[in-house]
Structure formats: C-alpha cells, structure tokens
C-alpha cells in the first residue's frame, strides 16, 4: 500500500503516524516532542493533532464535551456515522448514547466471567507451542502471539475458528491501510461488514450460547438492537481485540527476549507475571486512540478547530517521566503503576479483562515451554498505524 | 484503616480486585465494590495502599482516619 502524502519533513508540523518510521521510532520522537513541541501538527488527514504528555493525554480523555468519538481512527476521508452513536457503538459513541451501548457488552467481559475462558486460552496457547515442534529459530508474534487474540474472540463470538485467518486480514485492512486510495479503503469495509452479515445470519437461524446470539438477544432502551448496532459491535470486537492483544503479547516477547535477566526471574518466579505484565503494558502500550473536535478548544497553547483530528497517544502518556518514576526503564516489579494503556475515563477498554487473561496465559505458557530464549535477528519490523507492535519476533530457542 | 470508593470515578479497570480482592468486589458489570464497607483487614494495609496506588482513575481513596474510627 502507498500512502498518499510521501515522506515526512518535519515530525513537530508535519508528522505522520501511518509511516512506518512513526511506530520504529516511537519512544524517541515522544521524548523530542515533549522537550521542544508537545502538542505536534500535520496538515495531512485534512489536519490533526499529537499531544505526547500525560497531562494532555488525561485532559482530552476526559473531555467529552470538546471531543468527540465519532471516528477513533484518523483516516483521510472517512464517511462517518453521525455522534452520538457513530458506525460502531460504543467506541464510536458519546454520551448519553454511549453509556447504554457499553453497559450492554459490560457483563460479558466483567472479571467472573473472563475468568471462565483460562482453560481455553491455556489449551489454545499449549496447542500452538506444540505445533511450533523443534525449529532452531521460532518467530514468536507471527507463529504464536498472533494467533491468540483472534482464536479467542472467534471462541466468544461463535464464529468458525477456521476462518481466523479471513478476520485477521480484514483487521489488518482497517487498521494499518489508513492512507490509502478512498476506494481501497471502502472495499476493505464492504468486505468486513458482508463477513459478519453472513455470520450474524446464521446466528439468527441457529441461535447459541455465544456473544453474537447474546447480541441478538440484547435490547437497548427497550427496543431489540438493530442489525446496524449487532454487525457495529462485532466489527468492533474483532478489531479493538485482536490486533492491539498480539501487539502486546508481541511486545512482551520481545522484551524477554533481549532481557535475559527478566526472562531468568520470570522463569524463577512465575508469581511475578501479572506485575511484570503491568510494566510490559505500561512501557509498550499498543492502543494510541483518536478523537475529532466538537467545539473549538484550546489545548496546550494549540487552538483545536472543528473536525480536526486529535490523536490520543496513551502509550506517549505512559512513558512521560512528569508522571512516573524512571518512565524510560521497564521494571518488571513495579508495584505502582497507574498506567494508562486501557485508556482512561468512560471509553474504558471493555477487553482489558480478557486481555491481561490472554496475555498473562500467553507469558505462562511460552516461559514454561521455552525457559530460554533469544531475539535471532537485529531487526524487527513493526505495525504501522495506531496499533504499535513488533510484527515478527524471531527468537532462537535452542 | 478504611479506605472510599468514588464510584463516579470508577471505570471498571478492575485492579483493585485484582490487587486486594480481600477488600474489593466486582459486581456484574466489572464495577468495584467495597467488602465490609471499605474496613481493611488487619495485617492487609499494604494491599489496601497498593489498590489505591494502582487505579488509574483515582477512584480509591484512604478514609480520614479521624472518623474512621479506631485505626487498627
Ligand atoms: C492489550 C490489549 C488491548 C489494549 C491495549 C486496548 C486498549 C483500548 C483502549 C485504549 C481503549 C479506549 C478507547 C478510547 O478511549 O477511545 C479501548 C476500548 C475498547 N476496547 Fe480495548 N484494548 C485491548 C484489547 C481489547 C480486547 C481483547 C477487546 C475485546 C474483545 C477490546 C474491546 C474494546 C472495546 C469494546 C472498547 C470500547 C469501549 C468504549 O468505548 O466504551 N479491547 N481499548
Ligand atoms: S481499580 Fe479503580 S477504576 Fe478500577 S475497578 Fe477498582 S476502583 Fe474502579
């Protein structure tokens, strides 16, 4: 895919997060931009804005009444779906919409019912390690983290598991091709929507025990769910969980894999994993949102228009050292860490349950099978877009 | 010790449950719910500081302990 806007000159007013150099070099341009410039501009996406501080981040997190949801991926030419509901609700939704649309899908990701899907994901990521068998170099985001998350939400959905492959492409269109031909981007959702029309068909005629019929079944003030609201949500479950939850298990894998000291005590103590994962989350965030200005506003001495686009980097907001201690080290026993990677306020990632269950099992799993382990190459290709995360980990592991 | 919820704050992140499930609950929609009215067991003022330290709302807070009662 070639973008549409040609190089970068000039990351502080001419930056653009869809070039690949964005996400390689994300945590130094972060740092630079907060010393010299910390809200960046670009006229591309017909304006937008990067405010890399923890300050900013919370200040518009929070500030429902300036910013609007209504497109959380900043895209050239997007047709939207007007606030306050928008194209796929809640993540597109403001309030008052958006608190009923979120609290439909709260209890199925509450923490007592994530719990129950452990033993899934345990046989899920056994079963891939097994598959892995005896290959001197694995790669740890492309043959195993990557096939986690979408294996999963396919489980919760009751969608054939053998077409996690279909999704997964789909996902990658929607989020990483950003500044592409309009009509490239179009056939991507057309594509997407007629897959889960199909899926959400033969749920209405064979009605089951998964999220998809619990959809179906669902009302909200009163009335059942449109088809719109059902495919909404389902295209926004498959893409808020399954390219984020990979980049995180990828991320971590990473680490572990260019830190032997961390790998040898989580491999001693296995007690430690969930802080560990904390730290992993806070140091290598995957999820940067986006918002649209709904009433001018000023912003760090920046004056926000209508419609302009504001990214929201919680992964910037997390490694700024005005809000945590040593913010440029991973330290996997970090007791307090009030990061900000599930995002903040009333669009709290619905996920985050399952997605430290995925992580967590994830980690467990791949230091019990492979206790050591090492980075087999000394580049790594990341995403590009607002997902960041290593895209290949090629770990030796004999 | 005892320690507050603020739950116009609460999102839901589900550390404290998480970190002191000796002092906190979920309800059905992953929302926190204080067990015995926020009183911290004895022995668990740690956890109770570390739940506070980790919601990333700051939801949690320590009650005064003037009209806590008899601090243990
Ligand atoms: C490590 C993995 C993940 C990260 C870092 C992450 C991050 C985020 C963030 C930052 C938001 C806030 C959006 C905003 O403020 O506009 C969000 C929202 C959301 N996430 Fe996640 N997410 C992850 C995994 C998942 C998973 C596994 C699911 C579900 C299967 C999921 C479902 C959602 C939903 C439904 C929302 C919208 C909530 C709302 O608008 O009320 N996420 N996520
Ligand atoms: S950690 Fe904070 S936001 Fe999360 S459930 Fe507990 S009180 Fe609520």
């Known amino acids: 895919m070639t973008s549409i806007y040609g190089p970068v000159t000039d990351w502080a007013t001419d930056f653009d997060h869809a070039e690949p150099e964005y996400n390689e070099n994300a945590p130094a341009l972060w740092a630079e931009l907060r010393e010299t410039c910390p809200v960046a501009h670009t006229d591309r996406y017909n304006g937008t804005w990067l405010p890399v501080t923890h300050e900013l981040v919370t200040q518009i997190a929070y500030d429902t009444e300036h910013f609007t949801s209504r497109s959380v991926i900043v895209s050239p030419f997007e047709q939207l779906a007007p606030a306050p509901i928008g194209g796929a609700p809640p993540i597109t939704s403001d309030p008052p919409f958006h608190h009923d649309a979120r609290r439909l899908l709260l209890p199925a990701f509450a923490p007592k019912k994530i ?3 452990e033993p899934d994901v345990r046989t899920l990521c056994k079963g891939l390690l097994a598959e892995l068998g005896d290959a001197d170099v694995i790669d740890a985001a492309a043959q195993y983290a990557q096939h986690i998350p979408v294996n999963v939400i396919a489980l919760m959905l009751g969608f054939p598991v053998e077409d996690a492959d279909i999704f997964f492409g789909f996902v990658h269109d929607v989020i990483e091709g950003i500044n592409v031909e309009l009509e490239q981007r179009m056939q991507a959702f057309i594509r997407l929507d007629d897959y889960v029309d199909r899926q959400v068909r033969e749920h209405v005629e064979n009605p089951r025990d998964d999220l998809t019929t619990f959809l179906l079944n669902s009302t909200i003030f009163g009335e059942p769910l449109g088809l719109e609201h059902v495919r909404g949500s389902i295209v926004l479950l498959l893409i808020a969980g399954i390219d984020t939850t990979w980049s995180a298990i990828s991320s971590s894998l ?7 000291e961390d790998r040898e005590r989580l491999v001693a103590d296995p007690s430690l994993i969930p802080t560990a994962i904390e730290e992993f989350l806070r140091a290598y965030a995957p999820v940067t949102m986006a918002r649209m200005v709904k ?16 990214l929201l980097p919680f992964p910037a907001a997390n490694v700024d050292p005005a809000a945590f201690d040593r913010a440029d080290e991973v330290l996997i026993d970090r007791a307090e860490n009030r990061h900000l990677a599930f995002g903040l306020g009333i669009h709290r990632c619905i996920g985050s349950n399952l997605a430290r269950l995925e992580l967590r099992v994830a980690i467990e799993e791949f230091l019990a099978h492979y206790p050591r382990f090492e980075l087999a190459t000394d580049k790594v290709t990341w995403s590009v877009g607002q997902i960041r995360g290593p895209r290949t980990v090629p770990v030796r592991i004999r | 010790m005892r320690v507050l919820l603020d739950l116009e704050r609460c999102q839901g992140h589900n550390r404290c449950y998480a970190l002191a499930p000796e002092i906190f609950d979920v309800d059905d929609y992953g929302i926190a719910v204080l067990l015995d009215d926020g009183e911290v067991p004895p022995g668990l003022e740690d956890k109770a500081m570390l739940a506070i330290a980790n919601c990333p709302e700051f939801a949690i807070s320590l009650a005064d302990s003037t009209n806590a009662g008899t601090a243990s």
Do not use: F, N, S
Request: net charge negative.
């Open chain 1, 115 to 117: 719990e129950q899907w």
């Open chain 1, 254 to 260: 990473l680490h572990l894999a260019t830190h032997p």
């Open chain 1, 295 to 310: 009433e001018d506003v000023e912003i760090g001495g920046c004056p926000m228009k209508v419609d302009d686009w504001v």
